[in-house]
């Protein structure tokens, strides 16, 4: 059975932009993207799509994907978590076909523009470092949160610091650690701590750095996307041939 399962959450409840996971994209439904990329990284043996909609999981199958199971709706609300589905695919596989993989790798379809060579790449470093609890990928920040602020009782307020000072952010960003923000390009999720744990990320997560990508969570996110796809159509070639 497969080591390597890639699990691709796509619910279909999205407020923001109706039908967000199947809305089109340069030609495509979104959900193709990463089912795509999945299907073309070297190291993973499968591809599962964890939907609650029977629409979307006849789509995903039409891009190759397996939908073995149809998520209850208890656990594909917009609180739900991401441990849920993570938890409910783990114990289905291990229920009906009785087998669980050693990692899955989370590819979220709102992060459509992915090189399938970096998944491979998070996928090797994951495997070669036995105290790792997973992986998260990550970018830059344009800005450093230590030159952040939020506001209280209308005014600002250094968010690393708590000071209500702010001269101690106005230096040259140089002079500023880096900090990071997580992007959806890939985790990679090892199914023995999850399943021993209750939790999918734990405390030693490798930090997998990298190129700024773009999510898609309003309408003018897919204007952006689009531009993006017109930019650089052979990425889309890599992906759909």
């Known amino acids: 059975m497969a080591d390597i399962v890639a699990v691709i959450p796509a619910r279909s409840g999205s407020k923001g932009v109706v039908d967000k996971n199947i809305k089109i994209l340069a030609g495509r439904p979104l959900l193709a993207y990463s089912i795509a990329a999945a299907q073309l990284a070297i190291n993973i043996q499968r591809t599962i799509v964890s939907t609650d909609s029977e629409h979307y999981a006849s789509i995903a199958r039409e891009y190759g994907a397996e939908v073995p199971f149809l998520r209850p709706v208890e656990i594909s609300g917009d ?6 589905f993570i938890k409910h695919a783990l114990d289905w596989m291990k229920e009906n076909e009785g087998y669980q993989p050693e990692y899955l790798v989370h590819l979220r379809p709102t992060t459509p523009l992915r090189e399938p060579s970096y998944i491979d790449t998070a996928i090797e470093q994951m495997k070669h470092d036995d105290g790792a609890t997973a992986l998260r990928s990550v970018h830059e920040m344009s800005e450093s949160t230590y030159k952040t602020f939020e506001i209280e009782i209308g005014f600002l307020k250094c968010v690393c610091t708590g000071s209500w000072d702010i001269e101690a952010v106005g230096r040259a960003r140089q002079e500023y650690k880096k900090t990071y ?10 199914s023995s701590y999850v399943l021993k744990n209750c939790q999918i990320h734990g405390d030693r997560v490798i930090a997998y750095v990298t190129p700024r990508i773009f999510e898609a969570d309003t309408p003018e996110d897919f204007d952006y996307l689009e531009y993006q796809v017109a930019r650089n159509p052979m990425l889309v070639k890599r992906l759909f041939g």
Do not use: P, R, T, W
């Open 79 to 84: 609180a739900s978590s991401d441990y849920e």
């Open 181 to 190: 923000e997580g992007n959806g390009y890939v985790d990679i999720i090892k």
